[in-house]
T-cell receptor, first 113, second 112 residues
Framework: SQQGEEDPQALSIQEGENATMNCSYK?????LQWYRQNSGRGLVHLIL?????REKHSGRLRVTLDTSKKSSSLLITASRAADTASYFC?????????????FGQGTTLQVKP | EAQVTQNPRYLITVTGKKLTVTCSQN?????MSWYRQDPGLGLRQIYY???????DKGDVPEGYKVSRKEKRNFPLILESPSPNQTSLYFC???????????FGQGTRLTVV
């Protein structure tokens, strides 16, 4: 079953602007992860935030997690054309011990030079 | 270099002709999974493995088989492919629960 839902589905911005993507999920989690996928290629892990964390930074990335609202956001600051990709949130299920990740539908980001 | 390697990257085959997509990881990871990615449906787990000789079904296992005879390898087998298995397939591995997953580059399969 698909747990994550992302918003917006598509986002187009100018280079230098910030991009914000949101993810909602349905069940309790141990952690939430964000991945990037360049067109037709494999997913690359960006950042992991645990259920007891509220915010995490990595370079130009900032992730927040609100477990009461079952939502997360990914902020990319000072975007570059190379950030053009699809971005996916992925959750585990806290009662699961399978290592399974449940992915959202993704947000397609286009950064115009 | 830490990586997950899938082969082939592209494959066109005919209905009913058995095929195997290989997946190998060099990170000594315990957990491995196969996903398929389809437009509008996102990534869905096909099968997963928690260790050697331990495999189980994911969300969409019908028409697929897997094996885990060695820790590093997790092949995906389509015994009798059908056109609805046309998709982009990804293998992934992680070293334990609740950690980041490493993905292969994907295998684009077309069944005609």
């Amino acid at each position: 079953s698909q747990q994550g839902e992302e918003d917006p589905q598509a986002l187009s911005i100018q280079e230098g602007e910030n991009a914000t993507m949101n993810c909602s999920y349905k069940t309790s989690i141990n952690n939430l992860q964000w991945y990037r996928q360049n067109s037709g290629r494999g997913l690359v892990h960006l950042i992991l935030i645990r259920s007891n964390e509220r915010e995490k930074h990595s370079g130009r990335l900032r992730v927040t997690l609100d477990t009461s609202k079952k939502s997360s956001s990914l902020l990319i600051t000072a975007s570059r054309a190379a950030d053009t990709a699809s971005y996916f949130c992925a959750t585990d299920a806290s009662l699961s011990n399978t290592g399974k990740l449940i992915f959202g539908q993704g947000t397609t980001l286009q950064v115009k030079p | 270099e830490a990586q997950v390697t899938q082969n082939p990257r592209y494959l066109i085959t005919v209905t009913g002709k058995k095929l195997t997509v290989t997946c190998s990881q060099n990170m000594n990871h315990e957990y491995m999974s196969w996903y398929r990615q389809d437009p509008g449906l996102g990534l869905r787990q096909i099968y997963y493995s928690m260790n050697v000789e331990v495999t189980d079904k994911g969300d969409v296992p019908e028409g697929y088989k897997v094996s885990r005879k060695e820790k590093r390898n997790f092949p995906l087998i389509l015994e009798s492919p059908s056109p609805n298995q046309t998709s982009l397939y990804f293998c992934a591995s992680s070293d334990r629960l609740n950690t980041e997953a490493f993905f292969g580059q994907g295998t684009r399969l077309t069944v005609v």
